[in-house]
């Protein structure tokens, strides 16, 4: 199972947005509508942000959201703060026998 | 507070062993599905295996299956990954992560350094 390919990188200024892709097949994202994005600051574990494509845990804020067309997944980040700096990587449900795939991760710059 | 806390990682020679746990607490444990998730240095994660709540049911990602084996013991609140033939390529962090529902975690531990070197 391949990893769902995602930019290197992205940037913004502080309130700005940003918008990572997340590109995948019709086996996985295409596939199912259990997409997930974790972000991670350096050093930490990863923290869920969206699941489900769209949903939000509570606790997030609603500056960031999730939404998804065909086999790509995406992740706006609205309003952009300096602690928003940080990696993000999506995930999806890719079936009973490949369970889940993570994208290559994207680090997100604040300008 | 949900708290995944694993421990076990270290040092070990390419064809060795370690297993490790993830202590659980903060939630009903016996409940949850949980997943074992690896991030080799300076590169992405990796979803390595999963769990059923009752134990009945495993799965592993191709490029560990035969060699690591998932468990765990809900009288204890401890999910294990017993890792055996370790590779160099298994070096990583490894973390226990909480699933609340189709690939949601939910929860992460801090994770568990393990490092295969000869």
């Known amino acids: 199972q391949s990893a769902l390919t995602q930019p290197p990188s992205a940037s913004g200024s502080p309130g700005q947005s940003v918008t990572i892709s997340c590109t995948g097949t019709?086996?996985?994202?295409?596939?199912?509508?259990?997409v997930s994005w974790y972000q991670q600051h350096p050093g930490k574990a990863p923290k869920l942000m969206i699941y489900?494509?769209?949903k939000r845990p509570s606790g997030v804020p609603d500056r960031f959201s999730g939404s998804k067309s065909g086999n790509t997944a995406s992740l706006t980040v609205s309003g952009l703060q300096a602690e928003d700096e940080a990696d993000y990587y999506c995930?999806?449900?890719?079936?009973?026998?490949?369970?889940?795939?993570f994208g290559t991760g994207t680090k997100v710059t604040v300008l | 507070e949900v708290q995944l806390v694993e421990s076990g990682g270290g040092l070990v020679q390419p064809g060795g062993s370690l297993r490790l746990s993830c202590g659980a607490s903060?939630?009903?444990?016996?409940?949850?599905?949980m997943h074992w998730v690896r991030q080799a240095p300076g590169k992405g994660l990796v979803w390595v295996s999963r769990?059923?709540?009752?134990?009945?049911?495993?799965n592993y990602a191709a490029s560990v299956k035969g060699r690591f084996t998932i468990s765990r013991d809900n009288a204890k609140n401890t999910l294990y990954l017993q890792m055996n033939s370790l590779r160099v390529e298994d070096t990583a962090v490894y973390y226990c992560?909480?699933?609340?529902?189709?690939?949601?975690?939910?929860?992460w531990g801090q994770g568990t350094l393990v490092s295969v070197s000869s």
């Open positions: 769990i059923t709540s009752d134990g009945s049911r495993t």
């Open positions: 489900e494509v769209s």
């Open positions: 995930s999806s449900y890719a079936g009973s026998d490949n369970e889940n795939v």
């Open positions: 992560a909480l699933s609340g529902g189709y690939n949601k975690y939910q929860n």
């Open positions: 019709s086996s996985d994202v295409g596939g199912y509508n259990y």
């Open positions: 903060g939630f009903t444990f016996s409940t949850y599905w």
